[in-house]
């Protein structure tokens, strides 16, 4: 994280910072810092991170068309017609799980 003020991290319950077997955890008990030296004003200096890269998508191109799909399953299109919509695959799920009951 970089920032040219300040950043603010804000978490509900707990804050941990991890590295190198050492850690900083901020909560409700306070602040505990753990490693095998704890170094407070003796110098030092900070690292250095490196900012976000995003790489952005390949080569765009138009969509085929600008008209949806037809829908896969004609059973699909009746039900979407009657306001009833209809999922094979839920359908299959919920008449196994009422043969399992039985």
């Given at each position: 994280?970089?920032?040219?003020?300040?950043?603010?991290?804000?978490?509900?319950?707990?804050?941990?910072?991890?590295?190198?077997?050492?850690?900083?955890?901020?909560?409700a008990s306070g602040v505990t810092l753990v490693g095998p030296?704890?170094?407070?004003?003796?110098?030092?200096?900070?690292?250095?991170?490196?900012?976000?890269?995003?790489?952005?998508?390949?080569?765009?191109?138009?969509?085929?068309?600008?008209?949806?799909?037809?829908?896969?399953?004609?059973?699909?299109?009746?039900?979407?017609?009657?306001?009833?919509?209809?999922?094979?695959?839920?359908?299959?799920?919920?008449r196994e799980a009422a043969d399992a009951e039985q």
């Amino acid at each position: 994280l970089s920032s040219g003020l300040k950043v603010v991290l804000e978490a509900g319950a707990e804050l941990t910072f991890k590295a190198a077997g050492s850690f900083i955890k901020l909560d409700a008990s306070g602040v505990t810092l753990v490693g095998p030296q704890i170094k407070i004003n003796s110098g030092g200096s900070p690292g250095n991170g490196t900012g976000a890269s995003p790489i952005l998508p390949g080569k765009v191109v138009a969509a085929d068309s600008d008209k949806a799909g037809e829908l896969l399953i004609q059973a699909q299109r009746q039900a979407l017609m009657q306001k009833k919509p209809l999922c094979a695959i839920c359908e299959a799920a919920k008449r196994e799980a009422a043969d399992a009951e039985q």
